[in-house]
DNA sequence: GCATAGACGTTGAAACTTCAACTACATCTC
DNA sequence: GAGATGTAGTTGAAGTTTCAACGTCTATGC
């Protein structure tokens, strides 16, 4: 990637790429909106809780939240703090490490979880597995697995730093 | 999507829409720092640019660039601003509605954008196109296209609202 | 022609994210 | 076991986006 002349991509190849750009802002916008509109929930918020409610006890550090939503851990402090004044979210020491902290999903978290879920997967079912056939849209998660790997392995920045003075 | 069962993703289809979801949001985040880091100007601004320099006279109704990109007016509003205090564009009167303004592309944002684009391109087919076989990114694109075309159609709210009440 | 409604764009404040310190604790090294 | 370095998380300010209200102009209907 290094020559003087730079590769062009082909128009088809553009359009497909505009596709992607433009028809990924409103998908997420959309699933965005229809979660604050039927529960006050962002999709960000939604899916911290999520993964909530997939770990053991309910409860994750904050560094994992980071890292499995890359976001930065001050966006997780912030965005965590909001669903703890909301009492989505308590917070507590972390057993074994005295610097950490651990969020745990409350009942309260729990319930509107449980309430939002649905709205969250006929979004994505309407908007997006069902305009797909099953072939298709394996085709489209290979790619984009192959897309996250890569850009994982490739940018070491990825793995933590992220608020780090790089 | 009224029934009272709420019908789930297969493991399968949920790894791939997590895969999407955790690709794009890299893949955005990757072009959008490359961009920042080698030319100052995030990703959106490097979109607008690119959408003025395909426009006659590289210029551009406030309301087009908004539209196009999916934004609402207020954040065009905002967005442009910076980008007029940096010289990359500049407003004018539209000609024949006097409530209307025009962003015209700059010589600095030709320029600017003359020198971003290949690093942008560089990156997309880097991170991107070449992670897939033809056909793979070609299905890609359909499938993302068919889901613009839905929100489009099926959000009235997409034509222009966005920053009006609703 | 006047009133009402609609469209264009801006404004300022609130909400959210990023950025650059910073505190506290853990680990590593000698 | 003391110092250096690294990790976990927070903080507050700066930057960006959203939201609601507004001013201006255009189009519509009467």
Redesign the pocket.
């Known amino acids: 990637m290094s020559a003087s002349e730079t590769h062009w991509l082909s128009s088809e190849q553009q359009r497909a790429w505009r596709a992607f750009i433009i028809g990924s802002t409103l998908l997420t916008?959309t699933l965005d909106?229809e979660l604050?509109q039927a529960h006050g929930l962002?999709l960000?918020e939604y899916e911290i809780l999520v993964r909530l409610s997939e770990s053991p006890d309910r409860t994750l550090?904050?560094?994992?939240i980071?890292e499995s939503m890359q976001?930065?851990?001050?966006?997780?402090?912030?965005?965590?703090?909001?669903m703890e004044k909301a009492g989505l979210i308590a917070?507590c020491a972390?057993e074994?490490?005295?610097?950490?902290?651990?969020a745990r999903m409350t009942d309260k978290g729990w319930d509107l979880l449980v309430q939002a879920a649905p709205t969250h997967v006929n979004g994505v079912r309407e908007h997006f597995v069902d305009l797909a056939g099953d072939a298709e849209f394996a085709t489209m998660g290979k790619l984009m697995n192959a897309v996250a790997d890569h850009l994982l392995a490739v940018n070491p920045a990825f793995e933590?730093i992220?608020?780090?003075?790089?």
Do not use: L, P
């Open positions: 916008d909106r604050r962002s960000g550090r904050m560094a994992q980071a976001h930065s851990r001050s966006r997780v402090t912030h965005t965590v703090s909001r917070r972390a074994g490490d005295r610097r950490g902290v651990e933590d992220r608020d780090t003075a790089e």
